[in-house]
């Protein structure tokens, strides 16, 4: 949390929805997951130093991605599983 | 012909074949990503029992290596007396969390490493490298019970990753090619239905036309 609370500005605390959902979803693909909400994306895009993705809704992440977002995120993130 | 026992050869049971077997498949790609998602977690947990394990066994060697001096020092009748007169009890808070939706327990403790007063034996009569001693062995039974924390983790993720392996295969190897196989069987039964009833109807056409040819002959 405290990790979290550095990302982002004080203004934007309360923006932030946790956990925040790793979506698997079978359309997009194996080992392929999205994140989606501006400042949830602004903070997975910090800790995975993806650069110029701040103002994105959505983010698309890759298996090694979700792996390194886990371990450094381990209990304010959750995988949610998309089958429709 | 080829038959296939309980299956009603009809366009209806095929219809609904065929959505369980779309079902069957999305099942399987869902759990076969919940398979992945939790040998990425249990990678993780051994990643961490590694670290863990190695720390452990640091602190333990400079604890035993401070038990030495201790007994060199003291001599063993006192430690061990001193031992025994020590408080064991130690408070830990037990809850669980959830890991891919596995319940993990949790093992908080408050303080394991205490001060020479409160362990309980006589500060008067003791060296000052039994509390020494005593601190490195509380130091290493924090990263012990961690360590339990993560091996007991490690365990019901792997059970719960045995059981989702076990889940895909019974789909994948078991259900989704039975219900094709009764599928294909429907089709071609259908198929033979649709041939058996234009050779009847050729069959009555042609009879219908000599009953005509003899009427009018």
């Not at chain 2, 007396?81 to 669980?96: G, I, N, P, W």
């Not at chain 2, 001693?133 to 339990?148: G, T, W």
Request: charged share 35%; aromatic share 4%; with cysteine.
């Amino acid at each position: 949390m405290r990790e979290l609370a550095k990302v982002l500005p004080e203004g934007e605390w309360k923006m932030l929805q946790l956990p925040i959902f790793i979506q698997v979803d079978r359309r997009l693909g194996r080992g392929t997951a999205r994140v989606t909400g501006k400042t949830e994306v602004k903070v997975v895009s910090h800790f995975l130093n993806k650069r110029g993705r701040n103002d994105e809704l959505e983010l698309i992440i890759y298996r090694p991605e979700v792996a390194v977002l886990r371990r450094k995120l381990p209990t304010t993130t959750q995988y949610l599983f998309l089958g429709a | 012909m080829k038959t296939m026992s309980g299956v009603a050869p009809t366009r209806m049971e095929l219809l609904r074949l065929k959505k369980r077997v779309a079902l069957a498949r999305k099942g399987h790609e869902l759990l076969k990503e919940k398979m992945d998602a939790l040998v990425m977690e249990f990678v993780e947990i051994l990643r961490k029992i590694g670290r863990t394990k190695r720390r452990a066994f640091e602190l333990l060697s400079v604890a035993h290596r401070s038990l030495s001096k201790c007994l060199a020092s003291m001599g063993t009748v006192e430690t061990e007396q001193a031992s025994r007169e020590t408080r064991k009890e130690l408070q830990v808070d037990l809850s669980t969390r959830f890991v891919m939706g596995v319940s993990v327990p949790t093992v908080e403790i408050k303080s394991v490493e205490r001060d020479p007063l409160g362990r309980g034996y006589s500060v008067h009569t003791t060296s000052s490298l039994l509390d020494e001693a005593s601190r490195d062995f509380e130091r290493a039974f924090e990263v012990l019970v961690q360590l339990a924390e993560l091996e007991e983790a490690a365990r019901a993720v792997g059970r719960e990753l045995e059981k989702t392996k076990r889940r895909v295969n019974a789909l994948e190897y078991i259900l989704i090619p039975r219900l094709e196989e009764t599928i294909k069987f429907i089709v071609l039964r259908l198929d033979e239905m649709e041939r058996e009833n234009f050779v009847r109807m050729k069959r009555i056409k042609l009879m219908l036309e000599r009953r005509a040819e003899e009427a009018g002959g």
